[in-house]
């Protein structure tokens, strides 16, 4: 599977758009980018996936760049209750040979300030 | 509808000791994982299971043994409990599509603590 790489922390004003970025330079044509969350030691939270086209759901907007080599995730207007440890995956389906396995990094650490 | 389930919630071991992780999840999965996290650390994958009477290595399956008797269940047996062993366990479930990928849906996690 491609490796991500996150920025280890960031902080964003309540209210506010937090935007998380992620590298996947090394992703394949077959994968897929995955966000999941974990508030404070959960177990992790499913939010958003894409694979070519940006995508948007109740949670969050994931960006794409044409190359595929990197991606945004957007929380519109972040609250208090979106600080979380916030995890970037890339992986193919599972439908392959992959069956589903999920590796995580160690994510960014986002905290959201009243 | 209970999703995933995991008992018991926290556990303390003396080093030696056996013990059993229970999963439980009532949404038909076929897929099923444990993972482990150490402080600080993202989740890493113990073993895996993609059907009743099947199971993998995942990546870091030492120490453990897995059992998937009953589809809804998935099993983690720590053998003899090593303080290193001291993390928190998740399961998780999931279903492949025919098309495109699936999410995975995570238990709330196992507590352990071995002295």
């Known amino acids: 599977d491609a490796k991500t790489t996150q920025p280890p922390s960031m902080d964003c004003a309540e209210g506010r758009a937090a935007n998380l970025p992620c590298n996947h330079s090394t992703i394949s044509g077959n994968e897929y980018v995955y966000w999941y969350r974990q508030i404070h030691s959960q177990g992790p939270q499913y939010i958003i996936h894409g694979l070519k086209n940006n995508e948007t759901n109740e949670m969050a907007s994931l960006i794409i760049t044409e190359d595929r080599k990197s991606s945004t995730l957007i929380l519109p207007h972040a609250t208090l209750r979106d600080t979380a440890v916030y995890y970037c995956i890339v992986r193919p389906y599972a439908g392959g040979t992959s069956y589903g396995k999920l590796t995580f990094g160690q994510g960014t650490i986002l905290t959201v300030h009243p | 509808n209970a999703g995933v389930t995991q008992t018991p919630k926290f556990r303390v071991l003396k080093t030696g000791q056996s013990m059993t992780l229970l999963c439980a999840q009532d949404?038909?999965?076929?897929?099923m994982y444990w993972y482990r996290q150490d402080p600080g650390m993202g989740l890493r994958l113990i073993h895996y299971s993609v059907g009743e009477g099947t199971t993998a290595k995942g990546e870091v399956p030492d120490g453990y043994n897995v059992s998937r008797l009953k589809k809804q269940n998935f099993l983690l047996g720590l053998e003899s409990a090593a303080p290193s062993q001291t993390s928190v366990y998740f399961c998780?479930?999931?279903?492949?599509?025919?098309?495109?990928?699936?999410?995975?849906?995570f238990g709330p996690g196992t507590r352990l603590l071995v002295l």
């Open positions: 949404m038909n999965h076929e897929y």
């Open positions: 998780a479930s999931t279903s492949p599509l025919r098309q495109g990928p699936e999410t995975q849906y």
